[in-house]
């Protein structure tokens, strides 16, 4: 028996530890060179780029919420359209000026960049895409504040790649689900709108508790109640993690329905 259960226990191990070292074939960062070559031969052409960025978020929520919520929703974005990857997140975005210090550089620990600085890392980044066999790159901001910055170098690049299969898409209903779609039904449900909030508010928070609860400080909601002195644009103290699924899935479904439309032969 003893025999029995030390072979039992060596198969186990050897199994678990092969599954720890697979590679997570949606990441980008995860593959081999060969890999990716492999993948996009195999139809693998279409290309997430999930943008965040680094920025206060009231006492009660951490600087990285938007790129922990962009790589988790392009993941199932991702998933969604079956035939896509996810690259790295793009962290380091525009946030307000430095001296004097504007918007959220106010805050301790926001990063910002200039605003060409950013649009050209966007552009070589999709250059480098297409390159290497991609043919739909799509930009998914998580933060409004550089929307126009998408839009520019979606229509740079699109104008010079014209007449070619390559294309960048920009799915307005990405921010449009998870600013006023979601919205919407937290009014539906009877929250008011100076609880839902535009910034580390209701739906901001909520939305973040879906993702992983740890982005969040629940002993603090109720000290973030102190308005824009704060950081704050709403009220969290009612925000819960079941509330912030529904606004999940309906990122999910518009932004998928909208990349397939986009992407669809012209």
Excluded at 94 to 102: F, L, T, V
Excluded at 239 to 247: D, K, N, Q, S, V
Aim: charge should be positive; hydrophobic fraction near 40%; aromatic fraction near 8%.
């Amino acid at each position: 028996m003893p025999r029995l259960i030390a072979a039992f226990l060596l198969v186990f191990l050897s199994v678990t530890t092969c599954f720890a070292q697979a590679p997570n074939f949606l990441f980008l960062e995860d593959f081999t060179w060969t890999e990716v070559r492999d993948a996009t031969a195999a139809g693998k052409t279409t290309i997430l780029v999930p943008i965040g960025g680094t920025e206060q978020n009231g006492p009660h929520m951490v600087l990285g919420k938007h790129n922990a919520r962009a790589k988790f929703l392009a993941v199932k974005i991702a998933t969604s359209l079956g035939d896509a990857l996810v690259a790295p997140v793009i962290a380091y975005v525009p946030e307000g000026s430095i001296n004097p210090p504007a918007a959220h550089m106010r805050f301790a620990g926001t990063i910002t960049v200039p605003e060409d600085v950013f649009e050209k890392t966007l552009e070589s980044a999709a250059r480098s895409f297409r390159q290497h066999g991609f043919r739909t790159v799509v930009l998914l901001g998580d933060h409004g504040g550089y929307k126009k910055s998408l839009t520019r170098v979606a229509e740079h690049l699109n104008r010079e790649w014209a007449g070619t299969s390559a294309r960048v898409i920009v799915p307005d209903a990405y921010y449009r689900a998870s600013d006023e779609g979601f919205a919407q039904i937290l009014k539906g449900k009877g929250f008011r709108p100076e609880e839902i909030g535009t910034h580390a508010g209701l739906a901001d928070t909520s939305l973040a508790l879906a993702v992983d609860p740890s982005l969040v400080r629940t002993d603090r909601l109720g000290a973030s109640n102190r308005g824009a002195s704060e950081g704050v644009h709403g009220d969290p103290r009612k925000a819960t993690a079941e509330l912030g699924r529904l606004g999940v899935d309906l990122i999910v479904e518009r932004t998928t329905e909208a990349i397939r439309k986009a992407a669809a032969p012209r």
